[in-house]
């Protein structure tokens, strides 16, 4: 559990809140950083012509983060919030609960050298999407498993390659999955000392809550297509 996060550990952090009661935030941006620490691409944009993005919240997003930027194919990524009601939150707001955000990361990648697919076999191997509110010890909703869709194309091949992941979650022994698949909401960029954290204190905190459950999407399955192993039920 992170330290920050001790600081809440007495209140209610594993339910959304309203929307009327969530934090009021603010209307400007938060600073953060404008470079990024480990390629020196560009966070905010412009993007090179042909980027894609894509969004994925699956847990603490410092250690998510990197698993994206050693991606091939991944120009840039940036740690934020996405998917409540404050605006402009801080991180301390965030960690209360009271704002209804995930810790995401949003992903600018080039289609030609990485598909959508392969970054959700990144996603859902390295998290365990079936834990609800929470990734092992680090309980809120902050840490709830989120993947948030830019195109139609995206929501479709997000939907597909969860019931191809259940079918292989079932047959070890998991339960249901309880990832949030959604439009993509606004993307509030964390603070720059969130971004690529793990690059700028490699020994800091980087749980791996992962099932070991392989997603059968890049081994021959396309999330556009029902799973050759899935069993009829």
Known sequence: MRTLDVMFLFGNRSRMPDPGDALPGRGQALPTAERHFVNDSVLKGPYPAGSELAVFGMGCFWGAEKLFW??????????????????????????????????????????????????????????????????????????RSVLFTHTDAQREAAIASRDIYQAELTKSGFGEITTEIADAPTYYFAEGYHQQYLAKNPAGYCPDHSTGVACAIGLGVSAGQPSTTMEQV
């Open 70 to 143: 050693q991606s091939p194919g991944v120009r840039s990524t940036t740690a934020g919030y996405a998917g409540g009601f404050t605006p402009n939150p801080t991180y301390e707001e965030v960690c209360s609960g009271r704002t209804g955000h995930a810790e995401v990361v949003q992903i600018v990648f080039d289609p030609q050298r990485i598909g959508y697919e392969q970054l959700l076999k990144v996603f859902w191997e390295n998290h365990d999407p079936t834990q609800g509110m929470r990734q092992g010890g680090d309980r809120g909703t902050q840490y």
